[in-house]
């Protein structure tokens, strides 16, 4: 049987395999049966972003849950983050949200939330994915059900953030990408509430317009918006708001790895980073690491994937993680990405320094890096593909300690992503080629298919 969660729950193309209404509605009874198991009693909160599936989705999750004997209850259109830690505040037995994050509003994805606020482990989900096949071979006739909707928690969620602000926005004018997504009303009117003037942009979703060519994976115009009104500087959201992508009123771009560098360097003259250390990814780049030295903290990588991130951040006692797409944990205040508490915890820092996101950010000098997003047919182990890793080996040779080479599959899609950094553009661009290039030959997927 063809495994279903991937690094961030289950995604694919709404209305197809295995986002069709039996699978979805499998997915709801499946949950409910592994909490009645479990002893957990209580209501499930159900949460969605703005895609024109999204409310179909949830119908038939609820349906199956109902079907289960659990209760679901909706909080409507929220971001991720908010769903992790309504369940955790607010003492649901479990959380889902209906989001396939930062992909194209074809796709939809269900992630399943644990009590703690974060993913189930991979054991469990291994669990519910089992009890979601025998579902299926029962051939029940899926059922779909209207959840009732709680609108009070959207003022939870911000009355919380309120508090982890750590001074007020006045006076800061700032330009907010909401990548007509979960975030649209959520952010301008959390950033207004603490006396920001907030000039929103992508903040009018229609069902199809989330994260196309807005947002945190394509900043340009948040940025080019953020130069035009002189603004303090802009903050870009994906889809569900676990991502935050930042622009200086100068117009550059800061990243997950400069955040990183901001935060450590913030909270070490705070007192408060745990163990000298920063958690990112095997993604993170270069100039990171060179940019933590002087401070006397180190960089410790884990596999892409923010559970990754929190897994490592757990293991080394560290309260400081991220990922350069801009996922960033500030484990003190929640154990998951969060856009909107990234957001205000980098306007607060500069409202607390005085310094500006560009001087703040100066210090990090990335290394040239190139991502390179290859469709494939299928997943084969790299191992098995000779021609694949000989060219890897041939690059890894040529760029000895000086640059970094990684070739993954994309955990939510049929991607292969290659990331080559070095200190040489040139070498960057001719070996991501070679081995991009070599990827398509074997296993490339035709555009359009």
Not at 43 to 64: C, F, H, I, K, Q
Not at 298 to 311: N, Q, S
Not at 379 to 403: S, T
Request: glycine residues 10%; proline residues 5%; charged residues 20%.
């Amino acid at each position: 049987m063809p495994k279903l969660f991937g690094t961030d729950g289950i995604r694919g193309v709404a209305g197809e395999s295995p986002l069709d209404a039996a699978t979805i509605y499998a997915v709801g009874r499946a949950l409910g049966i592994f909490l009645q198991r479990r002893g957990a009693r209580g209501n499930v909160l159900l949460g969605e972003d703005t895609r024109e599936s999204s409310p179909w989705v949830t119908s038939y999750l609820a349906g199956g849950l109902h079907a289960a004997g659990a209760k679901a209850v909706s909080a409507g259109v929220l971001p991720t983050p908010a769903i992790a830690h309504l369940v955790r505040s607010q003492n649901f037995v479990a959380g889902v949200v209906v989001s396939a994050s930062h992909n194209p509003y074809r796709d939809n994805g269900i992630k399943l939330i644990a009590p703690t606020g974060t993913k189930f482990p991979d054991e469990t989900e291994a669990e519910i994915e089992d009890l979601i096949h025998s579902s299926l071979a029962r051939s029940a006739n899926p059922a779909a059900q209207a959840p009732p909707i709680d609108l009070t928690l959207v003022g939870a969620y911000a009355d919380w953030l309120r508090t982890r602000a750590g001074s007020d926005l006045k006076g800061m004018h700032l330009v907010v990408d909401c990548a007509n997504g979960a975030a649209t009303r959520a952010a301008p009117a959390l950033l207004r509430s603490l006396g920001a003037r907030v000039t929103a942009i992508h903040a009018a979703p229609d069902g199809r317009n989330i994260n196309a060519d807005c947002g945190a994976l394509h900043p340009e115009a948040m940025r080019q918006k953020v130069v035009e009104v002189g603004a303090e500087l802009g903050v870009a959201f994906d889809g569900d708001a676990d991502r935050a992508i930042f622009a200086t009123r100068t117009g550059r771009i800061v990243d997950g790895d400069a955040i990183l560098l901001i935060a450590a360097r913030w909270l070490t003259q705070q007192g408060k980073l745990r163990g000298n250390t920063v958690v990112g990814t095997v993604m993170s780049n270069l100039g990171l690491e060179v940019a933590l030295r002087p401070l006397g903290l180190k960089l410790a990588r884990a596999p892409v994937g923010d559970r990754y991130v929190f897994e490592e951040m757990n293991r080394l006692g560290a309260n400081l993680g991220g990922e350069q797409s801009g996922h960033i944990i500030f484990l003190d205040d929640a154990p998951t990405g969060d856009g909107l508490l990234t957001a205000l915890q980098v306007c607060s820092i500069v409202r607390a320094t005085g310094n500006s996101l560009d001087e703040l950010a100066a210090d990090l000098k990335p290394f040239p890096q190139i991502l390179v997003n290859i469709p494939v047919r299928e997943k084969i182990p790299f191992e098995q593909l000779p021609a694949v890793q000989d060219r890897i080996q041939e690059a890894g040779a040529a760029l000895g300690d000086r640059g970094r080479i990684l070739v993954r599959y994309s955990g939510t899609e049929l991607l292969v992503r290659v990331m080559v950094e070095a200190e040489s553009p040139a070498d960057v661009e001719r070996w991501a080629t070679h081995i991009a290039t070599s990827i398509r030959k074997t296993i490339g997927r035709p555009e359009g298919n």
